[in-house]
């Protein structure tokens, strides 16, 4: 028997990167591909690549000047293939630019990944004719691709992301995502039921289902009628095994009643919603085709607030927007002072290729950008270490993930995304616990556990005997 062909693939950018790099691998695995950690061994490199800004676009170049001089010096050749919105939206350039890659695919033909793989080595080892595949087929991928292995996915843990819609039709002037991953598309309730059954039998515990403008949900519920987030959310809490929910990414645009109620009703829900803003000036809103303007996104985080007391927010802010002036820019930071945020994210304005706001003769000198994000992270760090520190003594549900860095301790997730450190055994990862949190570090908290679902079956009555894992939590804790 041969031995099993050997696949590494890199990832760059947001979650649905990362969830279409496991759909790619399993795909392959039914080829026979198993996953390797680094691209030494491997027969097969796949980059799945990210084009939201410069910097991260040209990371894909620099990733293959590196990978060709390891194998000239490891003296190997290896297949490489570039996937992703950079495959999407650069296409044949890539093979132009980079040598020694085979084959540029984009996300929506992930399906085919098999037979473009071996089209592209029947052509030979010397003269490679490259293959370049960035259609937007009317089959629908999610119909072809192979579901993961229950090994897979309890090796990926308690946690998964789950894909119910693809794509953008809000054309925001920055943004390269309508052109890389196409029109909107949600996918069916049923399937994506399936999907979590599937993940929930193999151990997963956490959902969050995502999609670029995810909250424009509008996926058919199996009787020909289009449901929307909150009631798809509904549908995969009653998935026996799943505990928690989260979505993302949002629009404020599609933020409605069902969704807010939805807040206010399922103690599934994880009360953090990152909900970008952009800026917070009225005139850059517009420029930016944002559709919403500060006040609407007040109301909508007085709204969610109203509804689920305990929810925190994150958001994405882009400086330097063209014809950002200073006051325009005093508008954001009012607006992060008004609302308060437990996390975010912040970029430089990058002018995209294709997009509208690149052609702006306003674009603003790089100063001037370095300054305000300088600025504007200042706050965020601020009010994020705020709402850190304001979580000790608080207690908290943590779903226990994976090992810790030192003996018998792991690491589980706060409803806030924070990452806490508990001591607890092996056996517990994936299971829930209450936590009193105890020290707050600008990286993770930790905390001792009060209780949980692995603990109350796991600790006897009263003085029976205690197995390994039947510690006491307490005397866990203390060791
Ligand atoms: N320049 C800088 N940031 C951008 N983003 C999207 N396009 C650009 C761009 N051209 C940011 C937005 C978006 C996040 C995923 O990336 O804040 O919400
Ligand atoms: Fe890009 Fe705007 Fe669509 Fe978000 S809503 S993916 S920023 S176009």
Known sequence: MSEPRKLYVKSFGCQMNVYDAQRMTDQLAREGYVETATPDDADLVILNTCHIREKAAEKVYSELGRLRKQQEELGRRTMVAVAGCVAQAEGAEIVKRAQGVDLVVGPQSYHRLPELLAEAESRGTHKRAKIVETEFPVEDKFDFLAPPSREAIARRGPTAFVTVQE?????????VVPYTRGAELSRPVGKILDEVRRLADGGVREVTLIGQNVNAYHGDDGHGRPAGL?????????VPGIARIRYTTSHPRDMDEELIAAHREMPALMPYLHLPVQSGSNRILTAMNRKHDRELYFEIVARVRAARPDIAFSSD????????????????????????????????????????AATSDDQLPEDVKNERLYALQALLERQKQAFDQACRGRRLDILLEKPGRLPGQLIGRSPYLQSVVVLAPRAAIGSLAQVEVREVSTKSLAGDILGGEFFETQVPPSGGPRGEAGLRPAEKVEA
């Open 230 to 238: 909150a009631e798809l959310v509904r549908r995969v809490a009653e």
């Open 317 to 356: 802010f882009i400086v330097g927007f063209p014809g950002e002036s200073d006051e325009d820019f005093a508008d954001t930071m009012d607006l992060v002072e008004k609302v308060g945020f437990a996390g975010a994210f912040s970029f430089k304005y990058s002018p995209r290729p294709g997009t509208p």
């Open 167 to 175: 794509g953008c039709d809000k054309f925001c002037t920055f943004c």
